[in-house]
Every structure is written in structure tokens, then in C-alpha cells.
């Protein structure tokens, strides 16, 4: 049986601003045949996106193919024109994007975004076309397939769009597929229902795809095959099972590795620490206050919890169960409509605006993206200057001697000072995001979903990172996170959310056997590294009809 995709010695190279060329994948080869599915893992910058994209003759801004070949169906995307390119991408290879929701016009509705493809191509009628919609939205199994077309983007999940966004993809009746991180930003619960859905039409349909992401525990459930990626080269190839059960490469061991996070060591007599923070019966949302002075969405529900210092809690939950507004309420960035908050003992105002110096610089806030909470203008010298300005009066010397420290705290060259947030990795870029929250020297850290958007190698790193400056600094934190590994390897104490509501307060040792029936729910939806996982998971039926969500 021939391939249906053959890479032959494919490089590719990026110049600098400075003109200099730089190789980012150096002499790749790899096929693969129909039907079968083969994922790209590796950590960010390896390549794995970049060799994805050749797929469709397409390069980065500042990119370039610049050798070896890149068959489909035995025509190279490298030497044909720009318009023979066009007309095999959406029929021939198509591709599903990390973010549905960049993808989709929010002023059209859906059907007629899915049904693009068709119209470019002339592939059939409109009214075929729809039909054709509807009956992907049935085999990915969206809710009221007849229906969900005639909504905007802004109507449906998260996990809804990006099902629609596989419809969108498919529509042409492409040979290969090409799936970029499509679960990265999906809670657990629902990264099941989308991993099954896009399994079964694949399978179904009998299309090849490449499924790129740095999740091994994802791509197991789905790929025939997995390539290894560093640094643009191939550091192992294999099948599933041989690369999860006896990987030969030390990077992929790695890869494996960080999937197991060591447990916090929990410490004796922590039972008589003080408490830190407090809150009781928080109630926090968004829109129009109303009558009994509470905001019209109420997106946290009378939340009481505490942490102690030196200890950490986890905040877990889905999408939209108020995990993140409940973090922003506690640091103040959006207000409290009732209920208290107190920190050492002493009450903490409702807002950034009321608070004092001392309570700002006692609790400090570290976002999920710091490609966005880095200001771009700003060198790393002047980010961690200004919180060292503002709360301890450094200037000069000092402050250019304290953030030498900061840098070398998280463990960045000093050499970084000087560079601009786009000229460091996200891993680089999260340390600054955490350099600066030390500056202030604080006491307590809520670190909302800080590891992400990272790769799993990088993200272990942080989590390390986290733990050493705990045991230096006598730090609290409290861990935002749906990922339960992450949470599992740092805190102390875990709260699990549902719907704005605190449902359950387990310990880490507690994990394998929660008694709240959502708990039940998410722990059994985290994928394992077993290729036999998905198709082996049996669900509790009443309990998706519950807390499931489609």
C-alpha cells in the first residue's frame, strides 16, 4: 500500500531580525499511510507545528522551505505554484486549529462557515453542502445537529467549537487531517468527548491525520503512531505502544517521566500552622447588580475556604465552574459582593483600589498567558524594576542588584535582562511572569492555570521551581488548575468547583476516592498512558446527564 504522505529530508529555515538564518527543521523524513493517524509530540519549538503546516505548503512569517520534499498523494506542496497549492488545501488536506474560537467570524453563523470549503471549491450545492453539515455535526456528536448550525460561535462550548471546527475541516472530504493541539485549552471533561468524537470520524472515514501536541497522554488515545521532535530533528519514531512502554531515547523518557510528578512532601506538625487567608462565604460575577445587591451572573456562590501558611490549595473544576473568578476575587481585580476575606488575621478590602501597599505586595497574582501579562514594549530589566520601585523604593544599583537575584531565583541568565518578552520561550517568559510576582516579596501566590499553555517538560520544570522556592521562601500558594497531575504534585489541599459552588475538600492522598459525584467525574476523565484508555472508559451514564457537558 503506498503512503499517502511521504516527507523526504525537509528543512526549513527562519531569519532573524538581525538577517542571520537559522535551521528549525533539519533533514525530517516521514510517511504516513492511509488511514493511519501519526502524532508529533515534543516540547515548544521542536518543530512539531512547523512540520504540521509544510503538509499544506505553507510557512511562518520569517520562514522557509528551503530543501527536501513534502509528497501528498505523490504531488510535493514545496514545487507547486501557490495556486495548485490552494486548490488541494480543504480537499485534499485539511486543518482543525489549537483555538476554535480564532478561527471562527463571530458576526456569521456557523453552518455557513463549516460549508466555506464547498462554496471555494464548487464541491456541490448549498443545500447539499448543509445536509452534508449536518450529518458531521451528528457523527461528532453535537447537540441537535439539525440546529446548531444556525447559531453564532459565541452560543456554544468551548468543546462544541471545536467540534464544529473538525466539521469545518471535514467538509471537503480530505485524505489527511491535521489536528493542532485541538484539546490544549479543554477541561478534562469535555477534552473526552472531543478526543472521541474526532476518533470515531477518522476511524470511520478511513482519513489519515497528523495530531500535533505535547500531551502524551492525549495522543496515546488516538494516534497509530508517534514521532518524537527536538530542536527540528527526530529523536524517536514508533508505535504507540512502543513508544509509551519501551522508549529508547532519553528525551522521550523524559517526555514519559514528566508525567509522573512526584507528590508534595508533606511536612510534620503542619497542622498547627496560622491561617494566611480566609474566606467566607464569597459570592462574586458579573452584569447589572441587582435588587438584594448581587450581580446578575453569579459566577461564585458563598465559597469558603482557607490556606495556611506555607501550605497550598488547589482550585479545580471545568470551564466555567468559577475557578478563575474566584482567584481574580481574592486578589482583588474583580469585587466581592458579599462574604469576607481576611489575610493574617485582618480584613482584606474588596478591591485592588481599597487595599493598602502592604496587602498588595502580600498577595501577589501570576496569569495563565504571559505573552499577554508581559508587556511586549518592556524589557525584562524594566518589568521586574517597576514592582521593586513601587513597593521597596529601589533604584540604582540596588534595584539592578535585586533583579539580578530575581533572575537568578527562577533560574534565567542574567544575561535576559535586556531582551523584550517576544525574544524569550514560554517557558522563559512564565519565570518572568513569576520573577515579577517575587519582587514584591509577598506571602501568598495565586498562580491561575500558570502551566497550561506550556509543554509538559516545561511545565514539570515550573512546577519544580515552584516547590524550591517554597522551602526558601516559606510561600503559599494557591493552584488554579484543570489539570489534576499539576495540582496533585504541589498542593496540600484540593477544592474541586462545580457551577460556582466549592463541592468537595479532599487532600491529594484522597484523589483515587472522592464522595462527591462530580468529583467522581472529572478524576476518571484524566487520560492515562494507555492506548487502550478511551475505548476501555465507561462513563457512569447518570452522572454525564448531571455534570457532563456537550
Known sequence: MENLVEIRDLKVEATTDSGRRVDIIKAVSLDIAPGEIVALIGESGSGKTTIALTLMGY??????????????????????SERERAGIRGTQVAY?????????????????????ISRIHQLMPDGRARLKAIDLFRALSLPNPETIGSRYPHQVSGGQLQRLSAAMALIGD????????????????????VLRAFKAVMKKGGISGVYVSHDLAVVAQIADRIVVLRNGEVQEAGTTAEILTCAQHPYTRELLAAFEPKPRDHEIGVEDRKVLLEVSDLVSGYGPIQADGLPLVQAVKDVSLTVKKGRNLGIIGESGCGKSTLARTIAGILPAYSGNLLFDNRELAG?????????????QIVFQYADTALNPEKSIEEILGRPLQFYHGLKGKQRDTRIDQLLDMVHLPKSLRHRRPQELSGGQKQRVNFARALAAEPKLIICDEITSALDTVVAAAIINLLKELQRELSLSYIFISHDLSVVEAICDEIVVMYGGRKVEEITPAQLKAPQHPYSKLLFSSVPKLDPAWLDALELDPELVRTYGHT
Open 351 to 363: 478591591t485592588v483600589r481599597q487595599r493598602s501597599r502592604d496587602q498588595l505586595r502580600d498577595m
Open 174 to 193: 480530505p485524505k489527511l487531517v491535521i489536528f493542532d493541539e485541538p484539546t490544549t485549552a479543554l477541561d478534562v471533561t469535555t477534552q473526552i468527548e
Open 96 to 116: 482543525v486549529p489549537q483555538s476554535a474560537a480564532a478561527a471562527f467570524n463571530p458576526a456569521m453563523r456557523i453552518i455557513d462557515q463549516v460549508i466555506e
Open 59 to 80: 510557512t511562518r512569517s520569517g520562514c522557509r522551505i528551503c530543501g527536501g520534499q513534502v509528497r501528498i498523494a505523490g504531488k510535493d506542496m514545496v514545487t507547486l
